[in-house]
């Protein structure tokens, strides 16, 4: 009797496992056909109208252009001692060397049948992606029907498995949409060897990764058209169902291009917005060069040694101009914390918070030949910290996001940018009173410390700024 309730035991989970594969098939192909429907009528729309809309832009952050040269205090203030008294004694940040852990090398899966193989090198790295043959594509006379041609051809194929492949290399560097951008293009211009259908192709493996990108083209130029989490600068956009829609292109920039014609609907499911914050250590590491930075502070000379990776900086190169707070709030490399950091670390222990932050400012200061992005790239360009140490001059921003992260990274003090007219400077909230110039933040003092001015002390504004309007940029 036992024997026999097995054997019936068995028989029914073999019907019920049976009937469940034919379930999960049918499911299956009914979202095939499905997902094949969004296709078509995603097509059909493509084949329909296109609006020209006239490109706008927003040229720079700033109402007038930075001052071309910086004052300086003659003689260094030096500390009253009951200022130094009254300040506490800095609480320093754990800070535990990190680890500098390259990309892992993503194995050569078995090829797949009708599949080509694209190698490219991306910043030092050496990429490897399978992509279907079907997706090769001879893109003719521009338009809007060339533009649904390229969509049928390609959503006909077996994207699934390249992008796989994509969303997997760009996480095991742990790239940012920036960086996701960058690889998807780059990709793009190896299997076509043409910017239009390397933007048409970045536009299509976007759209599938659910992001709300469009193209739009004018005359011979096809463009890749995006929603933002944020703003960008020196770049045309234009504003579509209530939306601003930047273009992207691989240096970053975008000039003035008059008209484009684009498609006003979307695909389903394409809602999410780029956002090119660093929230986690680009692992772009395979270029690591070494430099010393020397300042002088009352009257004795400092050597810091520091690291970046050339690769990474190579990558920022091509960065779009972004609100300041994706510069703010970046996660820098491991190189960078386990020289500079550590580096500056020895002279500020032991030191009141006022007497360590006036440290870091004239480190800041002093380390650093100031230029204008003008005058030194022809163009106004945002420095994240590794550039700083890499370029020969940097500006104002360059040298407020340099000293936030210092303080950010070995004070444990509060710190927000203070943005002038034409000026950019950061102002710290101490434990205790400090004198000189200040102001209350959300019940907390905040006291000027100008990264720029030099041989400037926590307190002292610019005198050009002394009684200037700033806005208050809060950082993360």
Same mark, same amino acid.
């Given at each position: ?7 019936? $035991?068995? $028989?029914?989970?073999? $019907? ?94 078995? *090829? ?15 990429i490897s992606i399978q992509y279907d043959k079907k997706i090769s594509f001879n893109l003719g006379k521009i338009n809007k029907t ?14 699934? *498995? ?25 990709? %793009? +211009? ?23 990108? *469009? ?39 975008? %000039? ?16 999410? !917005? ?11 590491? #395979? ?22 990776? !050339? ?9 779009? #101009? ?22 500056? #670390? ?14 870091? $400012? ?47 990274? +070995? ?7 203070? *943005? ?38 926590? %307190? ?17």
């Amino acid at each position: 009797m036992f024997k026999k309730s097995i054997l019936f $035991l068995s $028989l029914i989970s073999i $019907l019920t496992a049976s009937s469940y594969e034919e379930w999960l098939k049918s499911q299956n192909s009914e979202y095939s056909t499905y997902k094949k429907s969004m296709d078509e009528e995603f097509s059909d729309m493509l084949k329909k109208d296109w609006e020209a809309f006239k490109a706008m832009s927003t040229p720079s952050p700033y109402i007038k252009p930075k001052p071309t040269d910086i004052p300086a205090v003659k003689e260094e203030v030096v500390l009253p001692k009951k200022e130094i008294i009254d300040s506490p004694k800095i609480k320093f940040k754990p800070i535990i060397k990190e680890k500098v852990i390259p990309a892992k090398v993503i194995p050569v899966v078995k *090829k797949y049948h009708n599949f080509k193989t694209a190698n490219f090198d991306f910043y030092g790295e050496n990429i490897s992606i399978q992509y279907d043959k079907k997706i090769s594509f001879n893109l003719g006379k521009i338009n809007k029907t060339i533009i649904s041609k390229y969509w049928d051809k390609v959503s006909n194929s077996d994207f699934k *498995k390249l992008i796989s492949q994509i969303n997997k290399q760009s996480s095991n560097l742990s790239l940012n949409d920036w960086g996701k951008y960058q690889l998807i293009y780059k990709l %793009g +211009l190896k299997i076509y060897d043409n910017p239009n259908s390397a933007n048409l192709f970045t536009w299509f493996v976007l759209v599938k990764n659910n992001f709300d990108t *469009k193209v739009g083209y004018s005359k011979n130029n096809i463009y890749l058209l995006s929603t933002m989490k944020h703003s960008l600068y020196q770049i045309a956009f234009f504003n579509l169902n209530k939306k601003k829609y930047y273009i992207l292109t691989p240096n970053g920039r975008v %000039g003035k291009i008059g008209n484009v014609y684009t498609y006003s609907g979307d695909y389903p499911k394409a809602k999410k !917005q780029l956002s090119f914050e660093i929230k986690k250590d680009i692992k772009l590491y #395979q270029n690591i060069k070494q430099k010393k930075l020397s300042f002088k502070y009352n009257n004795k000379t400092y050597d810091i040694n520091t690291q970046y990776s !050339q690769e990474l900086v190579n990558f920022y190169k091509s960065f779009p #101009q972004s609100d300041y707070n994706i510069y703010f709030s970046t996660k820098n490399s491991p190189s960078l914390s386990n020289s500079l950091v550590k580096s500056l #670390q020895p002279y500020i222990v032991g030191k009141s918070e006022i007497e360590a932050v006036n440290f870091l $400012l004239r480190f800041t200061q002093k380390s650093f030949a100031y230029k204008t992005d003008q005058k030194q790239f022809d163009y106004e360009k945002v420095m994240f910290p590794e550039e700083t140490i890499y370029y020969p001059y940097s500006d104002c921003e360059d040298r407020s996001i340099m000293f936030s992260y210092l303080v950010k990274s +070995l004070l444990n003090l509060d710190v927000v940018g203070v *943005k002038y007219q034409d000026h950019l400077a950061t102002a710290v909230a101490f434990s205790s009173n400090i004198s000189g110039d200040g102001f209350v933040y959300k019940n907390k003092k905040y006291t000027i410390s100008d990264p720029t001015y030099i041989n400037a002390n926590s %307190g002292m504004t610019m005198p050009t700024y002394k009684n200037s309007k700033f806005k208050i940029i809060a950082l993360k």
